[in-house]
């Protein structure tokens, strides 16, 4: 199901985009799946995956910033119909790096909605993620890549968590910087929150050609609208 507001003027890829026909040979033309055991599709697929992130990232980038500001109100605005009422609910959101959507004013509104905020902390390469409380005023420190992170605060299980995503398909798989921090985290929480990707329309790709371990999320959120699997 996909819910946007209007398709009119979209400034997303090329029909062709995120299927070139240099990938077309990593999928079985019987069922249409993409192999996780042949090691040439998988270097294959990495070596497509990092093009695919550079490419994205740059589009991002060259967003002016003033219009970035107004997506990320949009985005905010599908965020609190979609979520409707958050009290009592522990929401693990993001801060914004590498012109990823800027969300950190609804973060911090969330006290005022009867909600906890979370943020993500990497604890060590190829783990899952800690979710630790953080509120407006709270202190941050450096942490991977130099993004914020709390100094302190409590490691909760989030009910939501809101992950950025560099690209995503119409099946609600995201396209992340690569390190595998949300699918390994996601995999490993002892209960499945809801879980939204959030990104710009214009970041869509046809398919991410999905893995055993790609997670999916259960809506993509973007200025357009929201998409469900």
Same mark, same amino acid.
Request: with cysteine; glycine share 10%.
């Given at each position: ?96 790096? =590498? &012109? +990823? /959507? ?11 909605? !009867?909600? *906890?905020?979370?943020? @993500? ?14 509120? =407006? &005023? +709270? /202190? ?11 100094? !302190?605060? *409590?490691?909760?299980? @989030? ?14 798989? =995201? ?55």
């Amino acid at each position: 199901m996909i819910a946007h507001d209007n398709d009119a003027g979209r400034d997303g890829p090329d029909e062709d985009d995120g299927s070139p026909a240099c990938m077309m040979h990593l999928v079985d033309p019987a069922s249409g799946a993409l192999s996780d055991e042949d090691p040439r599709q998988q270097q294959d697929l990495k070596r497509w995956r990092t093009v695919e992130r550079e490419r994205l990232i740059a589009l991002r980038l060259a967003i002016p910033a003033e219009e970035r500001r107004g997506l990320s109100d949009r985005i905010a605005r599908e965020l609190d119909r979609l979520l409707g009422d958050l009290s009592g609910k522990t929401v693990a959101a993001y801060l914004p790096f =590498r &012109g +990823e /959507p800027d969300l950190r004013f609804w973060i911090e509104g969330l006290s005022l909605r !009867g909600a *906890t905020a979370a943020l @993500p902390v990497v604890v060590a390469p190829r783990s899952p993620l800690e979710f630790r409380t953080w509120s =407006r &005023g +709270e /202190p941050l420190r450096p942490g991977v890549w130099n993004i914020p992170v709390p100094a !302190g605060g *409590t490691v909760v299980t @989030p009910d939501v968590v809101i992950a950025p995503v560099v690209g995503y398909d119409a099946a609600c798989y =995201r396209l992340g910087h690569g390190g595998g921090f949300y699918d390994r985290t996601l995999a490993a929480l002892p209960r499945r929150p809801r879980i939204l990707g959030v990104g710009y329309e214009r970041l869509a790709l046809r398919t991410i050609y999905p893995q055993t371990y790609d997670v999916p999320m259960d809506a993509i959120v973007t200025e357009a609208g929201v998409s469900t699997r």
